[in-house]
């Protein structure tokens, strides 16, 4: 396999879901209900120890308190949400960092990743990494 199939998967997702441990549950629901909304993503379930992202039907992304003594952030790890268009990864950008995350890549094409690739990265307050990422298909 070569790079040529980031982000070209077969029909469906390979991954069910996904979770992260935060340090402030309530910045970290308000942040990721901001960020996630122009992705089309809701907040669809919350609890006070978990909070559910996604489509009505489809929940794949969720929130869960961690201790303070805990690790939260994993070296290399991030989390790449799919964008409708273009116009979603800039504002998924913009309402980030107006929320507090802080910018490491602008948005923007990546011909080293790919020539349909358009997107960003960020990390949240509590420091995880997020991409948004949008798929040029003809």
Do not use: C
Not at 33 to 49: H, I, T, W
Not at 50 to 75: H, M, N, R, T
Not at 88 to 96: G, K, S
Not at 125 to 136: I, R
């Amino acid at each position: 396999l070569t790079d040529a199939y980031i982000g070209k998967g077969i029909e469906g997702h390979m991954i069910d879901h996904t979770s992260l441990g935060v340090r402030d549950y309530d910045r970290a629901v308000a942040f990721y209900s901001a960020v996630l909304a122009p992705l089309g993503y809701e907040l669809q379930r919350l609890k006070p120890d978990e909070a559910a992202f996604g489509a009505a039907q489809d929940w794949g992304f969720f929130l869960y308190p961690a201790a303070p003594d805990k690790s939260i952030v994993g070296e290399r790890n991030h989390v790449a949400f799919r964008a409708p268009a273009r116009e979603a990864v800039a504002a998924f950008n913009r309402i980030a960092i107006e929320h507090g995350g802080k910018q490491v890549r602008p948005v923007g094409p990546r011909p080293d990743i790919g020539p349909e690739y358009f997107g960003t990265v960020l990390t949240d307050p509590d420091g995880h990494t997020l991409e948004a990422v949008f798929w040029e298909r003809s």
